[in-house]
């Protein structure tokens, strides 16, 4: 016990953190996917973080123009950058040629921040986006962007992909260092990227994932040159290279950082790959030596639709599954409000951080084919918490954002009725009330949705036909912004049904399902009335709680609410 409770005092440090920068990411190569479709997800979960679709144009630029750099987390002005002559068109985390970057922020050690870089990790994904057109060019702009302007933030492991190639990236600056000249003598970062093996899937949650690596494989594996000499200098490792692990140099792994972060690339693991299960107790922070591999071959590949589903995940039937305890309350809501800790007679105690949570600002899926035009590739974009939100696309050359995903439509702290942040988070919210009923509800409705549009985007090479480049960029820009808005006004529906049907705890009788009343006319002829022609509602149905919680409470106040005979 003394020992558990030393890791949750570990966990809690790591968790505040996590709270505020915590996102996830999941790969999946060519070879491993139904459609062979190099796919990558993300995960942006900030409780400060508005959920929008940021879009840049690409064109020429003049000679001696600069690119001001914000932070991306807090707005603040870095510095400005040359700006270099050709950009290209970004769309979310995914430019006009089919690349995607997505990122989670795994801190590392804490001396190796450099507060007087100039380039955040924001910056790093939207800028190479625009320079870069493949995945390998995009790890040589991060890394020259880290390296001439200084590193602003912490450790880093980016997912990098291409319609051929699928890379992770881990990289952390190196502190500061004062040069004698008012400069840092250790400006940059050191890092590593490695190839992920066609055929295989892999992911990052907020823990460095790269161990040991090879020395002399460029095609499969980059790295600084001092990645391995920095180490010995600060004191971190002093084994042979051969022997030298990134991950446990630069952000060793503890009971906090595996629990509330490998654990979620387990659960995407276990749920495609086999023989998992005997990554449990790494998962679960017990057996740190049973490293979960960086990779691994998936049991059958994986369709766009399960890899959405994945996103999903609340550690259904594992140890942690957050749907079976009290804490789930009288209706199995998997979710416990932060802190993630929480502390009982001394003993201090953990809220499990699944991939699926509340404080998602946006979260998506890229979709890159080798087989089709790179301007043809797929943002499925989508906002807030992702088991109870959809997914629609958003072609990677769309020129124009829809209404309903426009930063400026709203902000944390500017409700808008036009958003699709405020309505998906009105809908979710309404539904932790009674999440057993209602998400099951939701879901139905995102089912159908993601299912229609991917059968729609297997039909796309037809439709574009020999359209030419630009009249295709127009095509696709417009059912980018139709599909959304339609998404939007859907949704809208959405949240009137489940108000009429689930309000103040009672449960609406219907003619028909949720479906049915979305596909049809949406008149209150689909809710049960009392046959007396005043839209009177009969057969209204108390489904109270479940039987953990009537006996919770039973235990804690019985003899107080006892029925007397």
């Known amino acids: 016990m003394k020992k558990f409770r030393l890791m949750l005092a570990a966990f809690a440090a790591v968790a505040t953190y996590g709270a505020v920068s915590a996102c996830t990411n999941f790969i999946v190569t060519r070879g491993a996917s139904t459609d062979?479709?190099?796919?990558?997800?993300?995960?942006?979960?900030?409780?400060?973080?508005?959920?929008?679709?940021?879009?840049?144009?690409?064109?020429?630029?003049?000679?001696?123009?600069?690119?001001?750099?914000?932070?991306?987390?807090?707005?603040?002005?870095?510095?400005?950058?040359?700006?270099?002559?050709?950009?290209?068109?970004?769309?979310?985390?995914?430019?006009?040629?089919?690349?995607?970057?997505?990122?989670?922020?795994?801190?590392?050690?804490?001396?190796?921040?450099?507060?007087?870089?100039?380039?955040?990790?924001?910056?790093?994904?939207?800028?190479?986006?625009?320079?870069?057109?493949?995945?390998?060019?995009?790890?040589?702009?991060?890394?020259?962007?880290?390296?001439?302007?200084?590193?602003?933030?912490?450790?880093?492991?980016?997912?990098?992909?291409?319609?051929?190639?699928?890379?992770?990236?881990?990289?952390?600056?190196?502190?500061?260092?004062?040069d004698g000249k008012g400069g840092n003598a250790r400006r940059g970062i050191v890092w590593v990227a490695r190839r992920i093996p066609d055929g295989y899937v892999s992911g990052h949650a907020n823990q460095a994932r790269i161990t040991t690596f090879p020395k002399d494989d460029p095609?499969?594996?980059?790295?600084?040159?001092?990645?391995?000499?920095?180490?010995?200098?600060?004191?971190?490792?002093?084994?042979?290279?051969?022997?030298?692990?990134?991950?446990?140099?630069?952000?060793?792994?503890?009971?906090?950082?595996?629990?509330?972060?490998?654990?979620?690339?387990?659960?995407?693991?276990?749920?495609?790959?086999?023989?998992?299960?005997?990554?449990?107790?790494?998962?679960?922070?017990?057996?740190?030596?049973?490293?979960?591999?960086?990779?691994?071959?998936?049991?059958?590949?994986?369709?766009?639709?399960?890899?959405?589903?994945?996103?999903?995940?609340?550690?259904?039937?594992?140890?942690?599954d957050m749907t079976?305890?009290?804490?789930?309350?009288?209706?199995?809501?998997?979710?416990?409000?932060?802190?993630?800790?929480?502390?009982?007679?001394?003993?201090?105690?953990?809220?499990?951080?699944a991939t699926a949570t509340q404080q998602t600002g946006f979260w998506?899926?890229?979709?890159?084919?080798?087989?089709?035009?790179?301007?043809?590739?797929?943002?499925?974009?989508?906002?807030?918490?992702?088991?109870?939100?959809?997914?629609?696309?958003?072609?990677c050359s769309a020129q124009e954002v829809p209404e309903c995903f426009r930063e400026g439509n709203g902000s944390m702290l500017e409700y808008s009725p036009t958003s699709a942040f405020w309505l998906f988070n009105r809908t979710t919210n309404f539904a932790y009330m009674r999440y057993d009923m209602i998400s099951a509800d939701i879901r139905k409705v995102t089912d159908q949705w993601e299912n229609t549009r991917l059968e729609e985007m297997e039909t796309l090479p037809a439709r574009i036909g020999k359209m030419s480049a630009e009249a295709r960029r127009n095509y696709l820009t417009e059912v980018s912004v139709v599909t959304a808005q339609e998404l939007f006004d859907r949704w809208q529906r959405l949240n009137g049904y489940l108000l009429v049907k689930y309000m103040d705890g009672n449960v609406k009788s219907e003619h028909g399902d949720v479906l049915s009343f979305l596909d049809g006319d949406g008149s209150a002829a689909h809710f049960v009335d009392n046959g007396n022609g005043r839209q009177i509602p009969d057969r209204i149905q108390f489904p109270g709680y479940n039987e953990k919680w009537k006996r919770a409470v039973a235990a804690d106040n019985g003899e107080v609410l006892r029925v007397r005979k």
């Open 36 to 178: 062979g479709s190099v796919m990558v997800t993300y995960a942006a979960d900030s409780h400060a973080l508005y959920g929008a679709l940021y879009h840049t144009p690409g064109g020429k630029h003049a000679k001696g123009a600069m690119l001001p750099v914000y932070e991306w987390d807090t707005g603040r002005y870095l510095c400005d950058i040359p700006q270099i002559r050709q950009t290209w068109s970004t769309v979310g985390n995914m430019n006009e040629h089919s690349l995607i970057i997505g990122e989670t922020t795994y801190g590392g050690r804490e001396e190796l921040v450099d507060t007087t870089g100039r380039i955040d990790y924001g910056s790093l994904i939207y800028i190479a986006l625009q320079r870069a057109r493949t995945a390998r060019e995009a790890i040589g702009v991060i890394a020259e962007l880290a390296n001439t302007w200084g590193y602003a933030s912490s450790g880093e492991s980016f997912s990098i992909a291409d319609p051929n190639e699928a890379w992770i990236m881990e990289f952390i600056g190196k502190g500061y260092k004062d």
């Open 324 to 353: 079976k305890d009290l804490g789930a309350g009288g209706h199995n809501c998997p979710y416990r409000w932060r802190p993630m800790t929480f502390e009982v007679d001394g003993v201090e105690y953990l809220n499990e951080r």
């Open 364 to 395: 998506f899926v890229g979709q890159a084919r080798a087989d089709r035009p790179a301007d043809t590739g797929i943002l499925w974009f989508g906002v807030d918490d992702a088991a109870t939100s959809c997914l629609t696309p958003i072609f």
């Open 219 to 320: 095609e499969n594996c980059l790295y600084a040159p001092d990645v391995v000499e920095f180490a010995r200098e600060m004191g971190y490792f002093d084994g042979t290279d051969e022997e030298f692990s990134f991950a446990d140099a630069y952000c060793p792994a503890d009971f906090s950082t595996v629990r509330s972060c490998d654990a979620r690339v387990w659960a995407f693991f276990r749920t495609v790959a086999d023989g998992m299960d005997e990554y449990e107790d790494y998962a679960m922070g017990y057996n740190l030596q049973k490293r979960l591999p960086l990779w691994v071959k998936p049991a059958h590949k994986v369709s766009p639709k399960q890899l959405f589903d994945c996103m999903r995940d609340h550690y259904e039937g594992t140890p942690m």
